[in-house]
C-alpha cells in the first residue's frame, strides 16, 4: 500500500520559516514527480511547487517563487518544501503528492497519490 505522510506543519509568525517533509512507502517515486499543493479555508486546492525524477526540474507557483524550495532525496523517496518569508496568505492545509505521469506540474488531476495533509498557520 502506497502511503504520503507529511511532518513539519505548525504555527509561525510572518517572515518566519518552516520546512515540510513528506515520506513515500509503499514504492518508490525516485524517477516521477512529487509535489505540494495546498489548500485554504473556503478555497479550492492549489499548486505549490513539484519536482521531477528525471533531471530534477522544479517548477513554483507565481505566489510562492523566490520563497520557496522543493528538494527531495538521492533515493528519491522524501520530498521537502522549504518555505522561507511566510505571509498570512500561506495559511493553509499543505498536501504532498505523487504522480506516475512524467511531466506532471500543476494539475491536481495528474497526480495519483496523496498524503493526509499538513496545516500551515502563519499568523501576525
Known amino acids: 500500500q502506497v502511503q504520503l505522510v507529511e511532518s513539519g506543519g505548525g504555527l509561525v509568525q510572518t517572515g518566519g520559516s518552516l520546512r515540510l517533509s513528506c515520506a513515500a512507502s509503499?514504492?518508490?517515486?525516485?524517477?516521477?514527480?512529487m509535489g505540494w499543493f495546498r489548500q485554504a479555508p473556503g478555497k479550492e486546492r492549489e499548486f505549490v511547487a513539484v519536482v521531477r525524477g528525471s533531471g530534477g526540474a522544479t517548477f513554483y507557483a507565481d505566489s510562492v517563487k523566490g520563497r520557496v524550495a522543493i528538494f527531495r532525496d538521492n533515493a528519491g523517496s522524501t520530498v521537502y518544501l522549504q518555505m522561507n518569508s511566510l505571509k498570512l496568505e500561506d495559511t493553509a492545509v499543505y498536501y504532498c503528492a505523487a504522480s506516475t505521469y512524467l511531466l506532471a506540474v500543476g494539475d491536481s488531476t495528474q497526480y495519483n497519490y496523496w498524503g493526509q495533509g499538513t496545516q500551515v498557520t502563519v499568523s501576525s
Open positions: 509503499g514504492r518508490t517515486f525516485s524517477g516521477y514527480p
